[in-house]
């Protein structure tokens, strides 16, 4: 898979040579993004219908950014699965785009998702641990399987609560107000 750098990046995007989507949540787009990027998050990505309608040249190659860089990994991984092969994920993603002071679109600010995925991940264990102690040690299962969960998100780099979290309404953005 090919990669670029956010200042590589920066200096195409100067020239208008880039093809750029976002696959972040529309939430977390909304917030921070890259000027010219179209948003489509990673979990409504369909590769085959994006393909059909997206405007291209012979050679033109579609770039991919997330907050960090995995996202837009698997997003890669999809297009190349579906036999499109140029396709290259930005390194580090916005963050590393901010850290290198390039100039970004910002909107409202929110809660990141991966805070509200610490904070839930909490409330449950704590909620678990008071349960077990207080109400029948049955409850301990709540921590356990939160533990569990967190133990596979980390080995898998997919966070079930997290896709569940970002599925929120206060996660969503209203039809048509996201624009860049």
Known sequence: MQVITPQSLFEKLQKGEVDLID???????QEVSIQGSRNLPLDN?????????????????????????????????????????????????????????????????????????RIAAGFF??????????????FFGISAFVGAGLIFAGLTDSCAMGILISKMPWNQTPLGKVNH
């Open 125 to 138: 264990v704590l909620l678990g641990a008071f349960l077990g102690h207080f109400v029948h040690e049955g």
């Open 23 to 29: 696959v972040r949540t529309p939430i977390e787009y």
């Open 45 to 117: 990505l369909d590769v085959a219908a994006f393909m059909d309608v997206r405007d291209q040249s012979p050679g033109e190659s579609l770039y991919v950014v997330c907050r960090s860089g995995a996202r837009g990994q698997r997003a890669c991984e999809r297009f190349m699965a579906s036999g499109f092969q140029d396709v290259v994920n930005v390194d580090g993603g916005v963050i590393a785009w901010e850290a290198a002071k390039l100039p970004v679109v910002r909107g409202r600010k929110v809660m990141s998702l991966e805070r509200q995925v």
